[in-house]
């Protein structure tokens, strides 16, 4: 039997769906069987250690992998993306006890995880957050509200931030505990069948062991390594959905005919089709640098995955748009994928640092490196 | 390893990503000179330049928060 690569599981696994997607977004869930299928196949966590249930790929692969899926659903993107945020905390910062109950669950998609973090007044800034856990007998107990968590209707364990003793913290919390609550999002602009919730938890005890790194290091290392993560793959989901914007958009250019005229021999759609396909490549070409920082470790990794996923999440958002301009009336339809990725792509200029924050991010690490100290600035 | 070696490689990277010098005993964290990324870039400084993994059993603030303290924790790590 020949051994596929990561990058050609996820293009034959993409094409099997790519008819269905506009199906799961109209109806606001994947199927369930979902998980399992790409988890089967190892490509929920393509690249944890095999130690740990992944293939051992590289980053390079996880990220074509995710252009793959971003090409087809971002939703089906977005689920191999959280499973990776919570799975490269835990393999970065779990203890072996949660690493062998998770990792490999995660990675063959019969549990999903949750990334909870974001709360109603901690967005963007999420050093504000208010939810707590208390320390209560041998373990803790947790006490607040998150937003906005991918996959949350359907998840089996949520990575929750909060406050321990006013230090931020993480713990893993099994959606099964007593004072779970979920809140079902739908209708929302985009990622329609990312199966979004929001989260309460009614002083939910939690057991020691389920704290994940000491006290203090859950927003600057936890979180931290989920959201690089989490902006790498969110990326190249985006190089995905670019490309296949721009595929529509040609094909479309090539065969329509208007008053005896291809669309193809118009001069002001040649250029949106050439700016398109620059901003497109531009973006995988960020993105394939940042594979390269992450592969070398390189602590410029951090800085250059939020500048590819900044230029990524731009390019989806322009050449979409582009393609539903040049498509007309039929880019507006219900069923059409650029009108899905436009809406899908404006969520990914806002999750995982806004364009706005991503900006400032790249703009003071330059500072900085020009001997101008940013002090303060987030 | 030698410490002193060590601390001037670890000085020249925190003055570079904070963008102003720091004293070898100084808590770049407790001044606020850090931003949300600068804890994950240092772990990935030491980790490459000195080939260990940072376990999370090392996450104790001292061994991060001055220059001083960090090239004495990678000098005891790589002696392991």
Known sequence: MRVLSVEALGADFAAAVREEATGWDRRGALPAEMARALGANGLLGADLPRAHGGLDAGAAALGELCAHLGGVCSALRGLVTVQGMVSAALLRWGTPAQRDRWLPALARGTRIAGFAVTEEGAGTDLAVATTTISRAGTGFELTGRKRWVTFGQVADVFLVSGLVDGEHTTVLVEADRPGVWREPV?????????????????????????????????LSHVVATALDHGRFTVGWGCVGMAEACLREATGHVVNRRQGGVSLAEHQVVRGLLGRAAVDTAAARELCRRA?????????????????????????????????????????????????????????????????????LTVAEDLLRRHGYSTAGAR | MEVTAVAREIREFVTRSLGTTVGDDEDYFELGLVNSLFAIELIAFVERGYAFTVEVDDLDRDNFRTVSRLAAFVVAKCAC
């Open chain 1, 291 to 359: 594979a390269r920082l992450r592969a070398a470790g390189d602590p410029e990794a951090v800085v250059g995955t939020v500048a590819a996923k900044y230029a990524a999440a731009r390019a989806a958002a322009e050449v979409a748009g582009s393609a539903v301009q040049v498509l007309g009336a039929a880019g507006c339809a219900p069923e059409s994928r650029p009108g899905r990725f436009f809406r899908d792509a404006k969520v990914m200029e806002i999750i995982e640092g806004s364009a706005q924050v991503c900006e």
């Open chain 1, 186 to 218: 739908t209708g929302q602009l985009g990622m329609r069948a990312a199966q979004l919730a929001h989260l309460r938890f009614d002083a939910v005890s939690v057991p020691a062991e389920n704290l994940v790194a000491p006290p203090g290091f859950g």
